[in-house]
């Protein structure tokens, strides 16, 4: 595992394809566990599903990787995320942790992201909610 590789793993401008299944079967481990703010998944194949779930959803999604990191068999990347949906656009910044086993290949990956913010920020009158909600409980 290098930081090349997961740079152009973490790496989608908008109106470009996405890694192939290939490209993630070459970096993940079949056993992978996925987690997320809105979902858990264990298994290669419920890992590219839902990376293919997202992509139909998304009128078109862009990802642009920040500081790579690796420590032995820890890598840290963190990204924005762009996600167009129905002519709005949402921006998620995140890191991801991934674990990586002797073979190289990452066999855990948690993504830590806020996606209440986001997504529900943007939304004529939810948004002001939630932006109220936020002040009363983070300031």
Not at 71 to 93: D, Q, R
Not at 95 to 102: A, D, F, K, P, T
Not at 114 to 138: E, H, K, M, Q
């Amino acid at each position: 595992m290098d930081p090349v590789r997961l740079k152009a793993l973490f790496t989608k401008p908008y109106g470009q394809a996405a890694p192939t299944e290939s490209q993630w079967r070459e970096l993940y481990d079949e056993q992978v566990f996925f987690q997320d703010p809105t979902q858990e998944r264990q298994g290669i194949e419920a890992y590219i599903a839902a990376q293919d779930d997202l992509m139909k959803r998304c009128d078109d999604i862009y990802l642009i990787p920040g500081t790579i990191a690796i420590s032995e068999k820890t890598a840290f990347v963190e990204w924005t995320m762009g996600l167009k949906i129905k002519g709005i656009e949402f921006i998620y910044p995140g890191v991801s942790r991934l674990e990586i086993n002797s073979d190289g290949k990452v066999i855990s990956h948690r993504d830590y992201f806020d996606f209440i913010g986001p997504t529900f920020g943007p939304v004529p009158v939810l948004g002001g909610f939630v932006r109220w909600l936020y002040r009363r409980f983070v300031n």
